[in-house]
């Protein structure tokens, strides 16, 4: 197979511990940086409560306690960098100022003045700094991290699906008439229930096959070997016309039953192809030519120089004999016979003499297997009785 099961089972799992991991690699780092300025603003909010309970208090604006705060009396104040990425107006704001200088800047409105708390959070920034302390380690854990999971899900997949690939093995390998066995019978769950039912299924299988081969054994010894004997018994012994007639009529319908039954049990293995009915029809008029059983001035021909179908040859050559063949015994001595190609049917047609007692060849018993015969090749065939003519349409594939 193109991809086993344990490989794409393999691969789901893979790729799920890594969007995993990187999930949640991703959300330990936001959470870091949050709480970095989480703790810088709550540093400033402290100390913007202990400036306004000062100034309150003594009416001067203090300095800051914390070494990393600085106030500012106004805008004008603050340093160049934080002037142009912050204005006038604006309460709070983040500034980044390269070369590893990061400020927070927050507005403090006392009465009708208004000062600026600017911290340099440089030292502050934990995560930046372990992330360049100890990167290397956290990404070399990382990956060690990955790689075991990998080696998981790789042991996994393997776990779970080797019943299921060892049943594969064992099913690729068996051959006819071999012992049917499956290792994964016994198990209770659902591989072990899938094993009873292939080992169920594959011995049904067989047993039917060996039915089928022993059928076709024995009607062909059966059948084949009686009909020859009638056949030398024709040739040798002397009997009544009568009798010789319906003797050899007999004989032959049941060639061609056994023929038609022939080609059925086999119409699986026959494969379709396309080829040329004209030619079908040429080799059956000119066998009822050979066994001198027409005359070829009573029948007419109206076909396009080639008629090129799809089917298996075989079954179309049994069907058009057979169809022609019941033709020429139901139509009487004296009944023509027409076959033509109109509307992509071919039409065989014979006269019916009227008033002529009607004669008997297991006619009803012959259309049911013409016409399996035709279903298994996906052709269409109708029967069309009249008081004075016979005509029989077969649709092949085109």
């Excluded at 990061?102 to 920034?125: E, K, Q």
Aim: charged letters at 20%; hydrophobic letters at 45%; aromatic letters at 6%.
């Amino acid at each position: 197979m193109a991809k086993s099961i344990r490989q794409g089972l393999f691969t789901a799992l893979a790729g799920f511990t890594v969007l995993i991991c990187l999930c949640y690699t991703g959300l330990a780092v936001v959470i870091a940086y949050v709480t970095e300025d989480m703790l810088v603003e709550r540093l400033l909010e402290r100390e913007a409560r202990a400036i306004a309970r000062h100034v309150e208090q003594h009416g001067d604006i203090p300095s800051a306690r914390n070494d990393l705060i600085a106030v500012y009396a106004s805008h004008a104040a603050l340093p160049a960098v934080v002037r142009q990425a912050a204005g006038p107006a604006e309460g709070r704001a983040e500034v980044f100022a390269g070369g590893g200088r990061h400020y927070h800047l927050m507005a403090l409105d006392l009465d009708a003045r208004r000062v600026y708390l600017l911290a340099d959070v440089g030292p502050l920034l934990v995560v930046s700094k372990v992330i360049q302390d100890v990167g290397g380690v956290l990404i070399f854990v990382a990956l060690g991290l990955i790689a075991l999971a990998l080696l998981l899900a790789w042991l996994l997949a393997r776990r779970l699906v080797l019943p299921l690939q060892t049943l594969a093995a064992e099913a690729r390998a068996l051959g006819p008439g071999s012992e049917i066995a499956f290792s994964a019978r016994g198990r209770p769950d659902e591989i072990g229930f899938l094993a009873e039912r292939l080992e169920t299924s594959f011995s049904e299988l067989q047993a039917a096959l060996e039915r089928e081969h022993a059928f076709t054994r024995d009607v062909g010894h059966e059948l084949r070997t009686p009909l020859t004997i009638m056949n030398n018994t024709l040739a040798t012994r002397p009997i009544g016309d009568v009798e010789a007639v319906q003797l050899q009529a007999g004989l032959d319908e049941i060639r061609n039953t056994v023929d038609v039954l022939f080609a059925l049990a086999r119409a699986e293995r026959l494969g379709s192809e396309r080829f040329d009915l004209r030619a079908c029809i040429e080799q059956c008029l000119l066998r009822v030519l050979e066994e001198g059983r027409w005359d070829a001035s009573r029948w007419t021909l109206d076909l396009p120089e080639r008629l090129e179908v799809a089917g298996n040859p075989h079954l179309a050559a049994l069907l058009v004999h057979n169809c022609v063949g019941n033709a020429l015994f139901h139509g009487g001595p004296q009944a023509r016979l027409s076959l033509c190609w109109a509307d992509g049917r071919l039409v065989i047609a014979n006269t019916v003499t009227p008033g002529e007692p009607g004669r008997i060849q297991g006619f009803s018993h012959g259309q049911n297997l013409l016409a399996r015969v035709a279903r298994a090749m996906h052709w269409e065939l109708g029967f069309h009785p009249g008081p004075s003519s016979y005509r029989v349409e077969i649709r092949p594939t085109s």
